[in-house]
């Protein structure tokens, strides 16, 4: 059985497998994994060094360019890692964001319960709740004032 290969368009040199690997120019595989699960692939531009999501590298390789401005790419089954084309497509950040409370990856290190807890933790410090949960003191500040997981209900 044959892989299929395609170019990226925004950068020929790197071609997208379509088992979701990037190859750069070396003809190596590139990317790193972030904690959050995702590949990042950093490439070289006349400006300087961007890094990007080998599912974005994939994406636009396989499905062609997000079709409006802000469209973001979600993982069907919320793997992160799983960069395969059918597991990816375009969407829009309220899509991508309900996905993620659908298959509980709000975060690096939390699930939509934790957030909750930290929510309901009132007299709790933001150190003590950061310790337990594995995450900043400002992630726990920006939990509890609405900055970051704001797509997730509040506790009932």
């Not at 590298?57 to 059918?86: K, L, R, S, T, Y």
């Amino acid at each position: 059985m044959t892989t299929e290969w395609r170019r990226w368009p925004r950068d020929p040199r790197y071609i997208a497998c379509a088992n979701g690997q990037v190859v750069g120019p070396s003809g190596v595989p590139v990317g790193s994994v972030a904690p959050s699960g995702h590949v990042i692939v950093t490439y070289r531009t006349p400006s300087g060094r961007k890094s990007v999501g080998a599912h974005v590298i994939v994406c636009e390789a396989f499905h062609g360019p997000a079709p409006a401005v802000g469209m973001e790419v979600a993982h069907e089954d919320g793997e992160p890692g799983n960069n395969q084309p059918g597991n990816l497509r375009w969407t829009a950040r309220p899509g991508n964001s309900a996905d993620r409370v659908r298959h509980e990856r709000n975060g690096l290190k939390l699930t939509n319960e934790a957030v909750q807890a930290i929510r309901a933790a009132v007299g709790e410090s933001s150190a003590a709740l950061a310790a337990r949960h594995g995450v900043s003191r400002s992630m726990i500040s920006h939990i509890r004032t609405g900055r970051a997981w704001s797509n997730l209900p509040p506790a009932a």
